[in-house]
């Protein structure tokens, strides 16, 4: 474990590339093995307003990744933080711990933020209105929303106390794990439900993606399903009855254009429609 997190904390950003096109190459291969849906699409020309997005994320990531180094070693050096405060541990336990934190902060308590806050919803509304969810939507964020992420994790390494060797696992991590709920491959049933008790799987998050509340509010974890389960956030539904995209910006080709996705979160929306989950 030592040697794990000796080598993120200066993981080169070399590594960290492979790791984002390698998880992609990875996961794009085995959607067009085992799709879950047979997309009529040129995949492409879908990929292309995702990967510009994912490069905006790269970019702001990047620019801003001192703030999130000097916080990190912040942190550690004032032993300041929730994993800090605890008693000792052995170091696998302390790397859990940080990790897990960090994934309900950084991640879901973001994404449910990003839901419940008007203004924010507007921005995160680019990452819903794929109509055809592949491992390339996992990244697929407005730059403001890459700005918005990267201030609930700058809040999880205060708050926690993570060092950047944890922060760097974290980010790896979720990196691989969204490409995978993301991604458009078919697993059996059983198996997708049996993950979907510990991590969270492709057919939980896809649930996410439906195009109507209330599965739009719901399912918002990224690594681990823990949190949606213990906060109720948790819903299921068939498979086959997914709809993407969202209701209130029904234009796929709309959806499709970098510039209108660029000024989507400033324009008017259709009122939204709830269904009945009951049902």
């Known amino acids: ?31 067009g093995a085992v799709p879950l849906f ?15 997005f994912t490069l905006t994320t790269i970019i ?11 916080s990190a070693d912040w942190v550690l050096a004032n032993d300041f933080g929730i994993i800090n405060w605890l008693p000792t541990m052995p170091l696998w336990l302390y790397v859990v711990l940080g990790v897990l934190l960090l994934d309900f902060i950084g991640a879901y308590l973001a994404h449910y933020v990003e839901h ?40 999880g ?10 922060v760097m696992l974290y980010q790896s991590l979720s990196l691989v794990a969204t490409q995978f709920s993301h991604a458009n491959m078919k697993l059996p049933k059983k198996v997708d439900h049996f993950i979907s008790y510990f991590l969270v799987s492709p057919d939980m998050h896809k649930i996410h993606h439906h195009y109507v509340l209330p599965y739009t ?37 709309t959806n499709s254009n970098i510039k209108d996705l660029l000024i989507q979160p400033f324009q008017k929306y259709q009122k939204p429609t709830t269904i009945d989950s009951s049902k």
């Not at 492979?18 to 085995?30: D, P, R």
């Not at 390494?157 to 944890?166: S, Y």
């Not at 213990?230 to 997914?242: A, I, P, Q, S, V």
């Open 217 to 253: 509010d719901s399912n918002y974890g990224n690594i681990f399903s823990i949190w949606d389960r213990m906060f109720g956030t948790y819903m299921k539904m068939n498979r086959e009855d997914l709809v993407y995209g969202v209701d209130v910006f029904p234009d796929e080709i």
């Open 1 to 31: 474990m030592e040697t794990l997190i000796n080598y993120f904390e200066t993981i080169p950003s070399l590594h960290r590339s492979i790791i984002l096109v390698g998880g992609i190459t990875i996961f794009w291969l085995i959607e």
């Open 116 to 155: 419940k806050v008007k203004p924010l919803w507007m921005i995160h509304l680019v990452h819903h209105t794929d109509h055809k969810v592949d491992t390339t939507t996992a990244n697929r964020h407005h730059p403001l929303e890459s700005v918005i992420r990267f201030i609930f994790t700058l809040l």
């Open 38 to 52: 047979k997309f009529d699409y040129k995949k492409w020309k879908h990929a292309i307003p995702n990967f510009f």
């Open 157 to 166: 390494v205060f708050i926690i106390g993570a060092p950047i060797g944890i």
């Open 60 to 70: 702001i990531n990047f620019g801003l990744a001192f703030i999130l180094l000097n």
